[in-house]
């Protein structure tokens, strides 16, 4: 059901000119397409700057083949419960404070999309409040995110945008001449959903086209972040429900008994028995730690901030969000699946029209850059 309808036009060319589009605030996203755009240095085709078409799916719903896995694109598309409660739900709830925290850009993102070449067409999936759009003033960007309320933001800033899903992008195939997804697989919370997200990327840009995908690194470089976050274990399991959801991780097979003491043991060789075993409990939550990639990252919405009569209020009602008195704040988990090192690269295995050019490591994020080669 459409909610509202906004009108974006707003690259400066003369009337006729323009790159029109109308956008629907909904959890569908309707079916319309570019006007021509003003020829520059870098030939756009008409026909490739277009959403794809209600008669021309952008996806089928056949079966996806990639490498050895075989899914049900349909499958793949379906939204896992704890996506829509911990991600869509939590990100419209806190979308204006969310977006005053949001203004500096990464260096190695603006490197990326100032590098490329002048007539750009450039699609920013999972854009948030926008801040990467237009940053190169050569180049022409839209942008896509999951949540109105982020849209929103963006159309007010005059971007061009639409609300669509990371999975089921509704453009043409080869539209674009580059991609980014910053910050977004993460919120991905099964494997199939985050390799599609990939190949969706690569699906929308032209032969020759990059894709900059950046994630969260479960290798963080200031490890007492990750003493704030919820690691996601078996108590989880009841918001785990939904076509293709994760299941809960089952705790450590490796666990520590007692070691007792000996009665012929003297009390120096106990204290070293004692000794042993904490070393080796420090090392198995050390690696505990390591292996445990699924969290519930805190949001703390200042009660100034919050909608209490709204979508703060009907969270606390539903147990969705928590007060904290101390720090005035209504508190919001998001989910992430933070990325190991080698696990994005590992998802590109069997996305055969793409390869990797570039791959790095930056401010706690695992990075890489694709190149569409058919």
Request: charged residues 20%; proline residues 5%; negative net charge.
């Amino acid at each position: 059901m459409t909610h509202s309808v906004l009108k974006a036009s707003r690259f400066p060319y003369p009337p006729g000119e323009v790159l029109g589009l109308t956008i629907a605030i909904s959890g569908c996203v309707c079916h319309s397409a570019f006007s021509s755009m003003k020829e520059t240095n870098s030939k756009v085709d008409s026909s490739s700057c277009t959403l794809a078409p209600s008669w021309e799916p952008c996806i089928s719903d056949s079966l996806s083949v990639s490498g050895n896995f075989t899914t049900s694109s349909m499958s793949v598309k379906s939204t896992p419960e704890i996506e829509k409660k911990f991600v869509h739900h939590v990100y419209d709830a806190i979308a204006p404070h969310f977006s005053s925290t949001r203004f500096a850009k990464w260096p190695k993102v603006a490197a990326f999309l100032s590098s490329l070449p002048l007539g750009s067409l450039v699609l920013d999936a999972g854009c948030g409040n926008g801040k990467y759009l237009g940053l190169n003033q050569d180049c022409f960007f839209i942008g896509c995110d999951i949540s109105p309320s982020l849209i929103k933001i963006c159309s007010d800033r005059e971007h061009e945008v639409l609300v669509a899903d990371a999975v089921n992008l509704p453009y043409r195939t080869g539209f674009g001449d580059a991609a980014i997804s910053i910050a977004v697989l993460h919120h991905l919370s099964t494997e199939n959903r985050r390799r599609k997200a990939i190949e969706e990327l690569v699906r929308v840009v032209k032969k020759g086209g990059l894709v900059l995908i950046t994630v969260w690194a479960v290798e963080q470089e200031d490890r007492t972040l990750i003493t704030k976050w919820t690691p996601l274990t078996e108590k989880y399991v009841e918001e785990w429900v939904g076509p293709g959801s994760p299941r809960a991780r089952a705790p450590s097979s490796l666990s520590l008994e007692s070691i007792p003491e000996s009665e012929e043991s003297s009390s120096g060789e106990h204290m070293k028995v004692c000794n042993e075993s904490n070393v080796s409990r420090d090392l198995e939550e050390e690696k505990n730690v390591k292996n445990q990639q699924e969290y519930f990252v805190p949001w703390h919405l200042p009660y100034h901030r919050a909608e209490i009569s709204g979508a703060s209020a009907h969270a606390l009602a539903t147990g969705l969000a928590t007060k904290d008195d101390k720090k005035g704040a209504v508190v919001y988990n998001r989910y992430y699946h933070v990325f190991s090192e080698g696990e994005l690269e590992s998802l590109t295995t069997g996305i055969n029209n793409a390869r990797i050019v570039d791959q790095f490591f930056d401010k706690s994020n695992w990075c890489i850059i694709l190149e569409k080669m058919v």
